[in-house]
Nanobody
Framework: QVQLVESGGGLVQAGGSLRLSCAAS????????MGWFRQAPGKEREFIVA????????SYAASVKGRFAISRDNAKNTLYLQMNSLKSEDTAVYFC?????????????????????WGQGTQVTVSS
């Protein structure tokens, strides 16, 4: 079992920055892939970024590449998402997720159903 709790969401002006955190507990955090997803009102949940067990490999969606950065601190069992140059279209509920089936050494999953544990989400609102 893995428990995930996101924090750090809020209201920010366009062009601003936020850093989201995801605290993990349960199964050894340093063994598996972690990812961030988001869901805007009226839209499907979408993949943003995934990171391998040691942070050595990442995969970003085109919509956030160059603006967002994922990182993880395995000693603190925490995943981060640094979001810069925020746009109104980044407004969504942001979820962290764990895929305990993969380490990420050779494959980084980007599909929702491949992730087996999810946090409750944190709201990010970007005002224009």
């Amino acid at each position: 079992q893995v428990q995930l709790v996101e924090s750090g969401g809020g209201l920010v002006q366009a062009g601003g920055s936020l850093r989201l955190s995801c605290a993990a507990s349960g199964r050894s955090f340093s063994h598996y892939v972690m990812g961030w997803f988001r869901q805007a009102p009226g839209k499907e949940r979408e993949f943003i970024v995934a990171v391998s067990w040691n942070g050595g490999r990442t995969s970003y969606a085109a919509s956030v590449k160059g603006r967002f950065a994922i990182s993880r601190d395995n000693a603190k069992n925490t995943l981060y998402l640094q979001m810069n140059s925020l746009k109104s279209e980044d407004t969504a509920v942001y979820f962290c997720a764990a895929d305990t089936a993969y380490s990420g050494n050779s494959y980084l999953p980007t599909v929702i159903h491949e992730y087996d544990y999810w946090g409750q989400g944190t709201q990010v609102t970007v005002s224009s």
